[in-house]
């Protein structure tokens, strides 16, 4: 149909507009045209299929770039620091004979603790420092992002991993930080070991980066994450090597040329923590933020102008 006037879009009150400011103080209303659902992206429920901001360049390209190198420094820092032990003992031992002592333990839980904290904080500004498909899997099952650009990380994490790995080989001559299963643990035990310890570490990563939490300064995040690393390492590193990162365990084992059967727990275990941890966070804490709103909230915008009941 065609008509003489052009019919305005109506001024919506935006409930998702982000307004930040310096201090996080209250925010002003903004009015807002309604946005097509193509602008909006493509979503199921509350799973976002592809989202208005995934295609955006060169924002997108730095996001991917910031992933790649934030999963690079994990490998070269952390598993770098599993090269640091081996190589205090490779004085009077063979490869084969070196054993990961009390020392050389608490050496590996610092090196991935503070280094991936590091890089969390270098990062997350860019891309939000996921360096692990576990997190950015979980993210998606949280609405938090699209599964587009959920995979578009994916595959630069484990580029990036194995860009480290590699440089590792090359100046070591091996590569350090491959996981194994302890021969005194079965398959399954394995598998709910890394399960939990996954599930651990993404509820901390969702907890630490909840913008709802504005008692929670910023440089928590980094520290939150790189303490659940770090206590993580303590226990998993004898029992499984400490996967709890499917591009961090495919780039140190496939370029250490160690894929057994067995492996696969690496990969489905985060996964699967990840599949639950989602809409665990969702469900658990969910309705206790949406119930605490105010109008100095840092990202909600309210119609009425009056807290949530």
């Known amino acids: 149909m065609k008509s003489g006037n052009k019919s305005k879009t109506p001024l919506l009150l935006n409930d998702d507009l982000k307004l930040k400011t310096g201090d996080y103080g209250s925010t002003p209303i903004k009015k807002t045209r309604a946005l097509s659902s193509r602008e909006m992206g493509v979503s199921i429920g509350n799973f976002k299929l592809v989202d208005d901001q995934d295609f955006k360049f060169p924002a997108l390209f730095?996001?991917?770039?910031?992933?790649?190198?934030?999963?690079?420094?994990?490998?070269?820092?952390?598993?770098g620091g599993v090269g640091g032990?081996?190589?205090?003992?490779?004085?009077?031992?063979?490869?084969?004979?070196?054993?990961?002592?009390?020392?050389?333990?608490?050496?590996?839980?610092?090196?991935?603790?503070?280094?991936?904290?590091?890089?969390?904080?270098?990062?997350s500004d860019i891309s939000g420092g996921h360096f692990n498909p576990a997190v950015s899997f979980c993210l998606f099952m949280a609405g938090k992002i699209s599964i587009v650009?959920?995979?578009?990380?994916?595959?630069?994490?484990?580029?990036?991993?194995?860009?480290?790995?590699?440089?590792?080989?090359?100046?070591?001559?091996?590569?350090?930080?491959?996981?194994?299963?302890?021969?005194?643990?079965?398959?399954?035990?394995?598998?709910?070991?890394?399960?939990?310890?996954?599930?651990?570490?993404?509820?901390?990563?969702l907890a630490t980066t909840n913008s709802d939490r504005k008692h929670s300064p910023s440089y928590l995040q980094p520290l939150s994450i790189g303490v659940a690393?770090?206590?993580?390492?303590?226990?998993?590193?004898?029992?499984?090597?400490?996967?709890?990162?499917?591009?961090?365990?495919?780039?140190?084992?496939?370029?250490?040329?160690?894929?057994?059967?067995?492996?696969?727990?690496?990969?489905?275990?985060?996964?699967?923590?990840?599949?639950?941890?989602?809409?665990?966070?969702?469900?658990?804490?969910g309705p206790h933020y949406h119930s605490h709103k105010d109008l100095n909230k840092r990202e909600d915008v309210y119609v009425n102008k009056q807290v949530a009941e």
């Open 85 to 123: 032990v081996i190589l205090l003992q490779l004085q009077e031992k063979t490869l084969q004979e070196v054993k990961i002592d009390s020392a050389g333990l608490l050496q590996i839980a610092f090196a991935f603790g503070l280094g991936i904290g590091g890089a969390v904080h270098l990062f």
């Open 229 to 285: 690393i770090f206590v993580l390492h303590m226990f998993l590193v004898p029992a499984t090597g400490c996967g709890l990162n499917p591009a961090r365990c495919l780039a140190t084992n496939i370029v250490d040329k160690q894929l057994p059967t067995s492996f696969l727990i690496y990969i489905f275990a985060p996964l699967v923590a990840a599949i639950v941890g989602g809409p665990l966070y969702v469900y658990l804490f």
């Open 149 to 205: 650009k959920g995979v578009l990380f994916t595959i630069f994490q484990i580029a990036g991993g194995l860009i480290g790995a590699g440089i590792l080989q090359a100046m070591f001559g091996f590569c350090p930080g491959a996981v194994a299963i302890n021969p005194g643990l079965t398959v399954a035990s394995a598998f709910f070991i890394e399960f939990f310890g996954t599930l651990f570490l993404l509820l901390t990563i």
């Open 62 to 79: 730095r996001e991917l770039l910031a992933e790649l190198l934030g999963t690079f420094y994990l490998i070269f820092i952390g598993s």
